[in-house]
């Protein structure tokens, strides 16, 4: 299963240097078609001596440089909050194999495996509860919800895809904690398919997003 779906973690992008993600920046097409305009004006300037139309290529240059400034400081912004949200996953997790309860590496659970968790416990990802005692849990960095939600055991009364993410009782998500009771829940999702791991996704995509309107 982890050869189909890969390791539980988020995914990382390669790191770029603060010079090469300016570089970047400027291999949009809207902004060589700038630049162009604006050598373009600054050598008509030149040509007719006429130096009170420098303002015109100047502006430009100097437009195309402030969103290059603003594409790294948004690119940098995402890369931290992709950062954070890796720091919330549980470095290892109690799993029911063979009978036996063992501690094994988070980032190498699978759909499928049987967990054990505890007050106290990162919750190493998506999973369906199977069994619980007054288990409570902080979601606010899913939900914005900063009362810890009970959670039950038992089937909910319609498909859980049309009930809100801080209604689904019967789940726990990748990134909150346990803060009351504990449970045993059954692995659904793993690494990017885990809710956090879409929302990783979505501030990957934000530069992109911004930037290529």
Same mark, same amino acid.
């Given at each position: 299963?982890?050869?189909?779906?890969?390791? @539980?973690?988020?995914?990382?992008?390669?790191?770029?240097?603060?010079?090469?993600?300016?570089?970047?920046?400027?291999?949009?097409?809207?902004?060589?078609?700038?630049?162009?305009?604006?050598?373009?004006?600054?050598?008509?300037?030149?040509?007719? $001596?006429?130096?009170?139309?420098?303002?015109?290529?100047?502006?430009?240059?100097?437009?195309?440089?402030?969103?290059?400034?603003?594409?790294?400081?948004?690119?940098?912004?995402?890369?931290?909050?992709?950062?954070?949200?890796?720091?919330?996953?549980?470095?290892?997790?109690?799993?029911?194999?063979?009978?036996?309860?063992?501690?094994?590496?988070?980032?190498?659970?699978? !759909?499928?495996? #049987?967990?054990?968790?505890?007050?106290?416990?990162?919750?190493?990802?998506?999973? %369906?509860?199977?069994?619980?005692?007054?288990?409570?849990?902080?979601?606010?960095?899913?939900?914005?919800?900063? !009362?810890?939600?009970?959670?039950?055991?038992?089937?909910?009364? $319609?498909?859980?895809? $049309?009930?809100?993410? *801080?209604? %689904?009782?019967?789940?726990?998500?990748? *990134?909150?904690?346990?803060?009351?009771?504990?449970?045993? !829940?059954?692995?659904?999702?793993?690494?990017? @398919?885990?809710? #956090?791991?879409?929302?990783?996704?979505?501030?990957?995509?934000?530069?992109?997003?911004?930037?290529?309107?």
């Amino acid at each position: 299963l982890q050869g189909e779906y890969g390791p @539980n973690k988020l995914r990382e992008k390669k790191k770029k240097s603060g010079f090469q993600r300016f570089i970047d920046q400027f291999k949009d097409v809207m902004i060589l078609i700038l630049i162009a305009a604006a050598i373009v004006s600054f050598v008509v300037v030149c040509v007719e $001596s006429n130096w009170g139309e420098l303002f015109e290529p100047a502006l430009i240059l100097l437009i195309v440089i402030l969103n290059a400034v603003m594409g790294v400081v948004q690119e940098s912004k995402a890369e931290a909050a992709i950062e954070a949200l890796q720091e919330m996953s549980a470095a290892t997790s109690k799993v029911l194999r063979d009978g036996k309860l063992v501690s094994v590496r988070s980032e190498d659970l699978v !759909v499928g495996d #049987v967990v054990v968790l505890e007050a106290g416990d990162a919750v190493p990802a998506d999973a %369906r509860i199977i069994e619980c005692a007054s288990m409570k849990i902080e979601e606010a960095a899913l939900t914005g919800e900063s !009362v810890p939600v009970d959670k039950v055991d038992h089937a909910l009364s $319609s498909e859980s895809d $049309s009930i809100p993410l *801080g209604d %689904r009782k019967n789940m726990v998500y990748m *990134g909150s904690t346990i803060v009351y009771g504990r449970g045993t !829940v059954v692995v659904v999702a793993t690494g990017m @398919n885990t809710q #956090v791991g879409k929302i990783a996704n979505l501030i990957k995509n934000e530069k992109d997003t911004l930037w290529n309107k």
